[in-house]
C-alpha cells in the first residue's frame, strides 16, 4: 500500500511562514507530480502547487511569488515553504502524489492524497 504523511501545519501571524512536508512510503516505482491542494471552511478543494519529477513547478496566481514548492526524489518527499502568510491563505492543506505503484509484478498508476494538515493565519 502507499501513504502519504504531511506534517507541519500549525498557527501563525499574518506575514509569517510555515514550512509543510509529505513524505510518501510504500509500494513506490516512481512518482510523476507531487503537489499541494488546499480547502477553506465553506470553500471547494483548489491547487495551489504542483512539481514534476524534473522540478517543473506550477502555481497559482493567489500564492505566487510567496509559496515555494520542492522535492526530493531520492526521499520520495515534497515541502512547501509558505512565506508572507495571509488570512486567506488559512485552509486545510492536502499533500498529493500521482506515481506508478507495484502490485503483484503489475504496474498501476493512480493519485493518492494525505490526511491533510491545517494551516491557520491569523490577522
Known amino acids: 500500500q502507499v501513504q502519504l504523511v504531511e506534517s507541519g501545519g500549525g498557527l501563525v501571524q499574518a506575514g509569517g511562514s510555515l514550512r509543510l512536508s509529505c513524505a510518501a512510503s510504500?509500494?513506490?516505482?516512481?512518482?510523476?507530480?507531487m503537489g499541494w491542494y488546499r480547502q477553506a471552511p465553506g470553500k471547494q478543494r483548489e491547487l495551489a502547487t504542483t512539481i514534476t519529477s524534473t522540478g517543473s513547478t506550477s502555481y497559482a496566481n493567489s500564492v505566487k511569488g510567496r509559496f515555494t514548492i520542492s522535492r526530493d526524489n531520492t526521499k520520495n518527499t515534497v515541502w512547501l515553504q509558505m512565506s508572507n502568510l495571509k488570512p486567506e491563505d488559512t485552509a486545510v492543506y492536502y499533500c498529493?502524489?500521482?506515481?506508478?505503484?507495484?502490485?503483484?509484478?503489475?504496474?498501476?498508476?493512480?493519485?493518492?492524497w494525505g490526511q491533510g494538515t491545517q494551516v491557520t493565519v491569523s490577522s
Open positions: 498529493y502524489a500521482r506515481l506508478v505503484r507495484s502490485s503483484g509484478g503489475t504496474y498501476f498508476t493512480n493519485d493518492y
Open positions: 510504500g509500494s513506490i516505482r516512481s512518482i510523476n507530480a
